[in-house]
């Protein structure tokens, strides 16, 4: 298997709602992360999580509250957004083989999400 | 930080001509630059990488190109075709963790 997937696809959201985003891989990859897309724009990362530890928080507002619950699954929770979070949020994950070593990171198919 | 600055940001090529996309980057610590293809509504997708300890890779029709003295990476996409359009994004490592920085994109369009 070397997918990573992730669920909904969609998902709209009010800004006082509570929902979670999923991702999944099984492909042994110990390192996880998430990004945010915007239209025409990069992807920009927002977390990284190393051996299901979180390494890396791009200083992302607490809104956003990311979960490793094991090494094949990633959440990311929701709360209180605002209409400027509408974006692509993509999940993505790697090897990790440890620096200054560097491995492919696979993106998930993402979830289009949009706050109202 | 680091910066990694991506040319053209638009590029259109009759198909079967050849497509090139230059990015540049400012940390002399990076050692890994892959190139991703995102078609639209889709995941960005490893297309090519290279490290820091070769100056060029070529997979088919697709060949990057480092030079580490100049900081500057290159894609080159031979006899495109249709399906090659899409946004291209290059990356490079970031020195303190799993990051990559991305380059600012470029949506090339194949003109059959």
């Known amino acids: 298997d070397t997918e990573v997937t992730q669920t909904p696809k969609h998902l709209v959201m009010g800004m006082t709602n509570k929902k979670s985003l999923k991702c999944e891989q099984h492909?042994?990859?110990?390192?996880m992360y998430w990004y945010k897309q915007k239209a025409k724009k990069p992807p920009e990362l927002m977390f990284v999580y190393s051996y299901e530890k979180l390494s890396i928080n791009e200083s992302v507002p607490s809104r956003f509250s990311p979960e490793c619950p094991n090494s094949s699954l990633l959440n990311l929770h929701l709360h209180a957004l605002q209409p400027e979070d509408s974006a692509l949020y993509l999940c993505a994950s790697s090897q990790d083989v440890g620096r200054p070593l560097w491995d492919e990171q696979y993106f998930g198919p993402g979830t289009r999400l949009t706050v109202t | 930080g680091e910066n990694v600055e991506q040319h053209p940001s638009t590029l259109s090529v009759q198909e079967g001509d050849s497509a090139v996309i230059k990015c540049t980057y400012s940390?002399?610590?990076?050692?890994?630059f892959p190139w991703y293809k995102q078609e639209l509504g889709k995941r960005p997708q490893l297309i090519i990488d290279i490290r820091s300890n070769v100056g060029e890779k070529k997979d088919q029709r697709i060949a990057v190109t480092l030079n580490k003295t100049a900081k500057h990476f290159s894609l080159h996409i031979t006899e495109t075709q249709p399906e090659d359009s899409a946004v291209y994004f290059c990356a490079a490592s970031f020195k303190t963790g799993n990051q990559f920085y991305f380059g600012t994109g470029t949506s090339l369009t194949v003109i059959p």
């Open positions: 492909m042994g990859h110990r390192a």
């Open positions: 940390d002399s610590a990076s050692n890994y």
